[in-house]
């Protein structure tokens, strides 16, 4: 049910959940906005395969580009577009405003007690010292 919240407000934008965190990531990484592939698949828990296809969508609608990596002549770098920068930050905008009418009827002493339960979740699905 959730995730058919944020689906909304990403298809406001004519995004997908994926397209979304593809952008993200790449949006998260600082100026300029660019990181090799390996980085990306890594970073969103999925293979390289799946990767490239959602590269081609995105790079066919001017979202993102491959440049040459100068330090690596064997490899590509992904990097946002002025397009897609700016799609992505009014995206951004938007999902964090949808999680907190999301989250509103939550009380602060309740969300507190949420954050500390789940973090104790994360520590267990995730111990220290893991690397994704």
Not at 68 to 87: F, M
Not at 109 to 132: H, K, N, T, W, Y
Request: charged share 25%; proline share 5%; with cysteine.
């Amino acid at each position: 049910m959730l995730q058919r919240k944020l689906d909304e407000t990403f298809a406001a934008f004519g995004l997908t959940s994926w397209e979304f965190d593809v952008l993200a990531t790449l949006r998260r990484s600082g100026a300029p906005y660019c990181l090799a592939p390996t980085a990306l698949f890594s970073a969103l828990m999925i293979t390289s395969g799946t990767m490239t296809h959602r590269l081609k969508g995105l790079e066919t609608r001017e979202l993102v580009q491959r440049l040459p990596n100068r330090d690596d002549a064997r490899s590509v770098l992904v990097q946002l577009t002025p397009t897609g920068l700016a799609l992505i930050d009014r995206a951004v905008e938007a999902h964090v405003e949808n999680e907190r009418r999301i989250l509103v009827s939550i009380k602060p002493s309740d969300l507190v007690a949420l954050d500390a339960r789940l973090s104790r979740l994360l520590a267990v699905l995730e111990p220290v010292g893991d690397v994704v």
